[in-house]
């Protein structure tokens, strides 16, 4: 999770081995940190060279360790006030 509204992860960068982006469930502001992703909530996105993931802050979200070459993203975080 970040602190963000939205966030856009832009994939810049070339080949890499492993570095999934790992999506677990959405909780509401109570709940976000106190509750364990059940399986059928996980997701795993495989990055492809020149594409974007726009997905909400509070979407429990990291990205895994790469195993070989490097990883080159753009991560723009976007917050408002309301």
Do not use: P
């Given at each position: 999770m970040d602190d963000s509204a939205v966030t856009l992860n832009l994939y810049l960068g070339t080949e890499f081995t492993d570095?999934?982006?790992?999506f677990g469930e959405v909780r509401c502001s109570s709940h976000v940190r106190s509750t364990r992703s059940r399986d059928d909530e996980e997701f795993y996105l495989e990055h492809?060279?020149?594409t974007a993931c726009l997905h909400l802050g509070n979407h429990r979200h990291k990205a895994l360790p790469i195993t070989s070459d490097r990883r080159l993203n753009l991560i723009v975080w976007v917050n408002y006030d309301i």
């Open positions: 570095g999934q982006l790992y492809q060279v020149e």
